[in-house]
Nanobody, 124 residues
Framework: QVQLVDSGGGLVQTGGSLRLSCAAS????????MGWFRQAPGKEREFVAS????????LYKDSVKGRFTISRDNAVNTLYLQMNSLKPEDTAVYYC?????????????????WGQGTQVTVSS
């Protein structure tokens, strides 16, 4: 089973950028489709983006299209989420996750392993 460690969160002003990273160990990342989710206070965890095993296909939540980019480097077993033009409504704990099935899974129960989460706070 793969283990995941999220990092890269922080405090940023509206319009700023952050890049989240998700380092995998225990098993090669290329065995998994990968995704990013987020959970704001008092809200359910929601899908943000997913990427296929070799990185050839991606899928995004509508509200982040054109601002966020998911990518992966299987050679170094790392997943990324580049977040630009950040808005206060992007404030949440962000989680990376690994899925053993599906090309671009979007549902929480498609994923078998989760990172610990990294806090992103966007100030207005």
């Amino acid at each position: 089973q793969v283990q995941l460690v999220d990092s890269g969160g922080g405090l940023v002003q509206t319009g700023g950028s952050l890049r989240l990273s998700c380092a995998a160990s225990g098993r090669t990342l290329s065995s998994y489709s990968m995704g990013w989710f987020r959970q704001a206070p008092g809200k359910e965890r929601e899908f943000v983006a997913s990427i296929s095993k070799l990185g050839r296909s991606t899928l995004y939540k509508d509200s982040v299209k054109g601002r966020f980019t998911i990518s992966r480097d299987n050679a170094v077993n790392t997943l990324y989420l580049q977040m630009n033009s950040l808005k206060p409504e992007d404030t949440a704990v962000y989680y990376c996750a690994a899925s053993s099935g599906g090309l671009l899974p979007t549902r929480i129960n498609n994923y078998v392993t989760w990172g610990q989460g990294t806090q992103v706070t966007v100030s207005s």
